[in-house]
């Protein structure tokens, strides 16, 4: 496909988005819901090396670490990574870690992560990171309506040495069959709607970033050209 077919791929994808968000305020809430799940993407899980928690704010209850903890204890994961970040002056990795305690997993089995950039920038050095420990097989849990993101970021081309599996967390937070009639979650629809638009025309235009063989893909140097952040107030 020529470059400019490619962008033109990207543009279609966002204004049918664009189509379906609009004609979907005003339908039926059968097909409201229908919208919501397009947000969602599921893989069946098998055994890993590791379980990654990226980083979201607006988890206030650690409800993502909580069901790495389970997936843990299900025998889906040697060790558990989270995506660092600071909270109350402090790591984030030091509350983790106390409620993993609390659940019985021992120190040194939850570690950070360290990260920076945004987009396919960032996935592209986490991706790097987790290959380079020799890590076969990665699960990323993900809130639900985050999930296709993160399959976009992550989702594996056949070339990479690590295998990635999206296992999408239901928070409490994130209203997935009622989504329309809940401002906080119409919010975060509405901040994917605005990450994943822009990250779908870019894929198009640079092509997914090698998984971290070495040298880097065009992706490596990807960088967001919108974001939107967007605030949940319980």
Known sequence: MKQDGKVGCGCLIFVLICVLIGAGLSAHPISLKFLGNQFRYEDKLSPSDILFVPRFEEDKNGEAYADAFREFWAGNGRFIYVENDTVLGGSILDPVQKMAK?????????????????????????????????????????????????????????????????????????????WWKNGPSRLLLLNELFILAPLSVEKFQHGSEKDATGAEGEGANWTPRRNIVCTVQK
């Open 102 to 178: 609390a659940r019985g997993i021992k120190e040194g089995l939850v570690r950070k992560m360290e990260t920076d950039g945004e987009g396919l920038k960032k996935a592209y050095k986490i991706r790097k990171q987790f290959t380079a420990m020799g890590a076969k097989k990665v699960i990323i849990l993900v809130p639900e309506y985050a999930s296709r993101r993160y399959h976009m970021l992550y989702g594996n081309s056949g070339t990479g040495k690590t295998t990635y599996l999206i296992r999408p967390v239901n928070v409490s937070y994130f209203k997935k069959d009622g």
